[in-house]
Structure formats: C-alpha cells, structure tokens
C-alpha cells in the first residue's frame, strides 16, 4: 500500500511541477497587493469552462497575488456552499441568484472608486443590469446572452422558422427532431412566451396555460430532454431543432456551418451573469481589483474569444463581432427587444413550477 | 452439448469484460480527438493533455485528491485496526453494538452523511477546508477497513496469542509480531478499499472542501456543463495509473517468486552435488 501511494505523490508532484501557468505574456506587474492591501489571496468561484486560461496569471502577474480558483455546476450548488459556509471574495452567479443573494443580505457593496473600468461595460448590459441591481451597487456583468432555436436550414425553412418562433415546437413535421433543453426553467420560460405572457409570472391561469402548452409539445414533437449533450449533438447534426443558449449555440454555428440561430419573435429570456462580493470576503480590496480586471477590455476579448459567450466589454464585443465571429447571429444576442425579460427570483413560483415540471416529463413517455 | 457450452460461456464472458471496458476504452480514445467533440473523431493530437498539464486547476485537484486518499488511508487504517482487534476481544453486548453503529455509515446514503457532516463543521464555525475534508474521509473510510479486518480476525486461533504472552514477548510485541501479520491480508485489502473509496469519493468532498481546494470527482463534476476532452485526459492519465499500479503490484511478487524458486532449486542440485 505504502508503494503505490508513495509512486502515486512522486508523478502527481511532477506533473504539478511540469504544470506551466498559461500567461499571455502581455501583463506587468501594476501592484504589490500585500503592500497595498495587506492580502495577497483571493479566492474565486465561478462556473465551470468559463475563463480564460490567461486570466488567472496575468491577474496574478499583475497584483503579484494568488488566486484560488473553484467551479461550480449550477448556481444552485453555489448557493448551498455559500450556506455551508464557504467563505469566498469574487462570485460569478446569474442575475436570478444575485437578487437572492442581495435580499438575503449577502453580499458586500463594490467600491466604486476601485472600478475604473466600468465605463467599457455597453448601455444595453448595463440595463440588463439594472433589472437586478438598479444602482449597479454590487454587480459587474461578466457575460450575456439570451435562449433561442439552433436550427438546420437544410431540414427547416428559415422563413417558416422566424415566423411561427416558439411555436414551432407544436409542429408535428418536426416529431422525433428535437432536442428540448431539460430544465424547469427554461421550459417554462419558452411555453410562457409562447403563449404571450410574463415569463415571471405568477398568474395560476398563466401556468396552467404553460403547462398545457407543453404537454401539446410533448404529444407533437416527442423532443429528447437534454442538457449539455445538445451542443455534440447539433455539432454532428443529429437533429433538426434545438432550444439553446446564445453561447453554446455560437460554439454550434462555428463548428456546423448547416446550423443557424434565432430569437424567437414571441420573445425570451435575457440572462446575465455577473460579479459580486459576498459580505463575508476576506480580502474585498483585491476582489474589487479583480473584477475591475476582468471588464478590462484585454481579459473580456480573451475571455469572449475562448468561451463563445458575448462579452459586456463594449469594444470587444464589437470586434469580435466582426472578427473571430464573424457571421454567428448567435454571438450577438439582440438588444432592446421589448418582449425580452431577465428572469426574477421567485421561490413560491420555482416550487409551484416543480411540480407541473415533473408531470411534464412523464407525460413524454 | 459440453462444447457448445464452453463457447456460451465465453461468449458471456467477453460480452461481460466489453460491457465493463468499453466505456473506459471510448473516454481513452476521445482523449487524443484533434476537435473539441466528444463524439466525432478528426484525428489524432495529443492538445488536451496538453490543456490538461498546463491547467493549475486540474492539477491541484489531482494533487488533493491524491493528498486526501493517502492521508485517509493511512489513518482510518490504524484507527480501523486497533478498533477491530480491540472489539475481538471484548465483550458480546459491546461487539454487538460497536458493529451496528459501525455498519450504519455504510448503509446511510451519501448525501446524508455530506450534508450532516457539512452542518456539523458549520455549527462548529469551523471554515471547511483541505482539513476538514481529510477528517470527512478518514470518518466514512474507517467502517470499511473494520468491515474488512474483523473476519479475518475470528478465524484467528486466540491460544497463539497467549502462547505469544506465555514465551516472553510483551502485549505489544505479541500484537506486532504474532496477531498483526496474522491479519495482514485483511488489513491490506481493508486499505485498498479504502484508498479506492477515498480517491472517487465525490458527494462527500463536495460539501466538505473549501475554498481552492478540489478533488478530480468536484473538477470533473463542475466542468460537465460544457465538456471537452480535457476531461477524458484526465480520466486516462488515472486509469493509466491504476492499470500500472495494479500490473506492478500482481508481477512483482510474481516475478520474486520465481526468483526464489529458481536459487532455492540451485542450492538444492549444489546440496546434491
């Protein structure tokens, strides 16, 4: 037992060593952190596959600090963390869970004064913001999009497709073509805007509309309930129709180039996922210079780049836009669109929803 | 009719080890894909190891992961033996209950004893963290190791112990000397288990790390929201590991075996000669 243990520490403290940081070369040292804020260690919670390689050296570099880094699955899982009491400087949830957390009182203000950058984040994200967080006391967005329909224009008619939106998915020509995305959420999200209402409503009627809705979808199109195997799925054109995020669905639109993307007219859901403080933060100066750090527009265009989804950085967003994804609808959620809406934290609604979003699997098979 | 069952058989046999292993061969195989897809292969390229090494992330949950299982191993092994050999020789109502209460951690579900395990370091305010983790481990592993131990211990005959304390050794000496390498097989396999146990242990981990610290179960976990092969290079370079672990581990005391048959018969035919 010994030996093994002993063989298995020396080749995992090799390839520790061997394990090169990925800096792109272009940052300098622009403080000492410890000198400036008497910490030099942050400790990061983000989503997983969701930065750049460059990032956490090129922070590092520049503050001369360490950064320790976590992901989580879901917002949800992050939550429970927090509640088991995690203590963590810079968080990366979605706007629904930041309004929990700001209602619950746990986060800390930003330090405005530290946030130079602010000013790159584009009007539009910043009124994404405001839904949540009116006076942009405690969130800096990090990255937007929107939910739509990955489709492929040999199979479907792109006129047919714009016209009818949502509404497609009660077409029977599309039976067994579908992949419909496997979250209570985000199925609501689309029967309710389908059908014209609020997707935070809290109308009992509405529901029940909702819910109807998509048991017809399940009678006529028989869609495959998926998460994340929806984007391999769509790469190699398995199906015809997909429901997916305005991120993922870019990384598609690049790979395949049959695919192609649209809002549905009825409108849908405009998420953003942004950077905050938890009050219980242990070095909050050098968390407020990391977020600063990361609107910068160096790290959003990296950022962006890599990942696929649209960056808040005004400048980069242009550029890329024009440059690397040139041609991805997807990459550019619209903007402005009235029936749009974020999504509200709701937790009568969540669990009322549960319920008829169970029934609504079963009635698939 | 005896022929044609053979065939049967092995058909079933092959048809067992494919079921099993091919999973396992598919993730090493979408590990060298040249694309990001996880289910189209383009080509041969070596980019996700590549990826792979160069990620800090990735190898400090490996390194912990590593860390956690050795440390756990080592401690709910001598903690689980002293415990089993103590029991042996105590009384029925005491052994009856110690391995009750033992058996309980096995039978409760994961997530039970994570969230327990969660609330009862927060309600301490201790901060979870790298330790808190460890202790988590050592806790669910010990069970295991006992499981393993006491009935390899019930065969043992308790006259030799004695006859030990009879010819001059001391308590300490008979227990080393004469009941440890008497269990040994036990002990070792009870360690196996529980290193295994340890290294894949995912729910439990998940609610007592802390910040910065991650094993592999977390990293892979958090990082399926938008997989990429990165992930199948790690599940090899393990599984890569393991096989060579294992290999090492059945040849060697093969291979010293022989060794030994081979000079043992030399000294012979010298005697003869």
Redesign the interface.
Known sequence: ?K???K???I???V??M?????SSGKTEQVMDAQKEFGCSTI?V?N????IS?SA??DFEKAFNATV??????SNE?MY?KLM?????DVLVPSDYMIERLMSEGMLQKLNQEQLTNLDQISDDVIGMRNVFDPAGEYAVPYFWGSVGLVYNKNNVDPAVIEEKGWDILLDSTYAGRVYAYDSQRDMFMVALKALGYSMNTSDTDEINAAYEWLLSMNKAITPAYVT?EV??GM??GNMDIAIMYSG?AAYVLT?NEDMAWVEPKQGTNIWVDAMVIPSNSACPALANEFINFMVDYDQQYANSEE?GYSTPNKKAAEELSAGTYEGISAYSPRTGYEKDEVFHFNPEMTKKLSDLWTRVKMSIN | MEHKNSTLNRLYYWLIIAFFYAPIIYVVIFSFNSSKSLTNFSGFSLRWYQKMFADRTIMESIWYTVACAVIATAVSTVIGTITAIGLSKSRRIIKEAVTQVNNLPMLNPDIVTAIGFMLFFTSLRIQTGFTTMVLAHIAFCIPYVMLSITPKLRTLDPNIAEAALDLGCTPLQALWKVIIPQIKEGIFSGALVAFSMSFDDFVISLFTTGPGINNISIYVYANVKRINPTINALSSIIVFVITAVLIIINVVPMIRERRKGKENEKNLKGALD
Not at chain 1, 68 to 73: A, R
């Open positions: 037992m030996k093994i243990s063989a298995l520490l080749s995992s403290a390839i520790a061997t394990g090169c940081s990925a400790n919670y989503a997983g596959e969701y390689e956490i050296p320790k880094y976590d992901v989580f699955e899982i429970t088991g009491g995690s203590a963590y994340d984007i391999d790469i190699n993922d790979e990942i």
